[in-house]
Every structure is written in C-alpha cells, then in structure tokens.
C-alpha cells in the first residue's frame, strides 16, 4: 500500500536554529514528490516540486532534498515568519496519477 | 496572478440539511481535486475531474455526496443530508495536468451543528 509519512508531527525551533523535516515514502512509480506550506486556516501553498532522486530546490530559506526512499525540506536560520504547516504529497503512476498528502509536520519559530 | 476561486470560505449548517460549495480553477487547467482536511491531518482526496470526466472517486462517500464538472470548468461538491462528521476543511485544487504541481484555493470551512 502506497503510504507518506511525515516526522516529526511538530517542531519548535528558536530564531535562527536551522533545522529539517522528513517526508518518507513507500509507493510505486513515483512521479513527483511536491511540498507544500500551510497557515492555519488557508489553503496549502506550492513551494516545490522534485521528480528525481538527487534533485534538490530552494527558495530563500528553505531547500528540498530527494532520494529513493525520502524527501528533507532543510530550514537554515529561520524566521518566526517560517512558522506553518509544512506538507508533502507524492503523486504516483497510473491512470488517475493522484496526489497523496501526509500529515504534515507544524512548526513553530520563537523568536 | 492566476488562483482557484473558492466560495463560501465558511460555511454552518444542520445535520441532515443540503450544502454545496464551488470552485473555479485557474483558467486551462484540465485536472480538478477535492480534498477534504481534518483539523491536524493532511489533505485526503475525494475526488478527481480530467476535465468533466471523474478519473477517482473512490474515496468519496457516495450515499451523500456528489461532484460535477459540467463544462470541464468550475466544480460543484455537495452534501446531502449532512453528518456532524462532515464538519472539516473542503479544499479545491487545479492542475495542468500529467506530472505538474496542483494549486489549491483558501477552502471552505464547513461546521455541521
């Protein structure tokens, strides 16, 4: 059974202790691994997309990782603005080609 | 800057009464999702338009719940009767489609009371 696990569930850092979360997957054909942001109460927010084991993507303070087995969304020296929900979803082969989401990792940056 | 429109963004009603809520996705985008999101838990699909065909809709509770795609545009999903357990976050997202990313609108929060 195709499954996503994200971990930790939550995670508090202090202002500027850089840091990453795990997304691990187990599912077949893997056609794009996504991550996305959430502020409580909105819709989650695009920020990456990698398709292949080594790939790796970045956007100001954030950068996202891929191998085989696993995706890290690396965090360097954030800011209490970096405070969300972070998610990833992997999308597989076949006919409908869905987008399955884990449960997402909350941080939280204290300034 | 192109978005997926959603309305209401909240939404209160009775147990066993009718509700529907709409989404426009961005314009040429083919693939439609619903997704419904509990409180602390990711996202989870309902259902799956390429254009106004359903491609997955397994996992859509279908002794209460409908979705349409008329024209492979905007999209409809209700509810009838609703359940105090239908009580979450309904969000819609679009894509181009094949391999690309899915952009999700603000949702709509739905209390069942």
């Known amino acids: 059974e195709d499954q996503v696990t994200q971990s930790p569930e939550a995670l508090r850092l202090q202002e500027g202790e850089s840091s990453s979360l795990n997304c691990s997957y187990t599912v077949s054909g893997l056609r794009g691994l996504f991550w996305y942001r959430q502020d409580p109460g909105k819709g989650p927010e695009f920020l990456f997309t990698l398709y292949s084991a080594g790939e790796e993507k970045e956007k100001e303070r954030l950068k996202a990782t891929l191998t085989k087995k696993e995706s890290f969304l690396h965090i360097t020296a954030p800011k209490p603005e970096d405070s969300a929900t972070y998610l990833c979803a992997v999308r597989i082969s076949g006919s409908a080609r869905q987008l399955t989401f884990g449960s997402g990792t909350q941080l939280t940056v204290l300034p | 800057e192109a978005e997926v429109a959603q309305s209401p963004r909240y939404k209160i009603t009775e147990k066993s009464q009718a509700v529907a809520f709409w989404c426009d996705p961005i314009s040429g985008h083919a693939t439609l999702y619903w997704y419904r999101q509990i409180l602390g838990q990711g996202p989870e699909l309902l259902v799956q338009?390429?254009?106004?065909?359903?491609?997955?809709d397994s996992q859509l509770p279908k002794d209460r719940f409908s979705a349409e795609r008329l024209k492979g545009v905007d999209s409809t999903l209700k509810i009838q009767p609703a359940e105090l357990g239908d009580s979450a976050m309904y969000l819609c997202?679009?894509?181009?489609?094949?391999?690309?990313?899915?952009?999700f609108g603000q949702g709509t929060r739905l209390t069942v009371v």
């Open positions: 997202a679009s894509s181009p489609g094949g391999v690309a990313e899915a952009f």
């Open positions: 338009f390429q254009d106004e065909s359903v491609v997955d």
